[in-house]
């Protein structure tokens, strides 16, 4: 198992009720987990997000998350 720090932004909150405003969770997942793995636990439609950070760089989706990682993810944004 990996342990990974994840940060929610947005509406996607709502995927982790208890999560708090600028909190972040450690969660662990299985070693050779990506982050569309990740994604796809946590329940998040895939096109709801827009912005995927892996210690602060922009991801591709089938990156190979590490132990230790500090992943963000940010919805899509609709307005205008």
């Known amino acids: 198992m ?4 994840l940060r929610l932004f947005g509406d996607l909150k709502r995927f982790l ?4 405003i600028y909190e972040n969770r450690l969660t662990q997942f299985n ?3 990506t982050i569309r793995d990740t994604i796809n636990t946590l329940g998040i439609p895939i096109d709801e997000t827009r912005i995927i950070l892996v210690n602060g760089r922009p991801c591709e989706l089938d990156v190979v998350l590490q132990d ?3 992943l963000a993810i940010f919805p899509m944004i609709v307005g205008g």
């Open 17 to 20: 009720k208890d999560l708090q």
């Open 2 to 5: 990996i342990e990974i720090e």
């Open 68 to 70: 230790g990682d500090r």
């Open 31 to 33: 070693d050779d987990s």
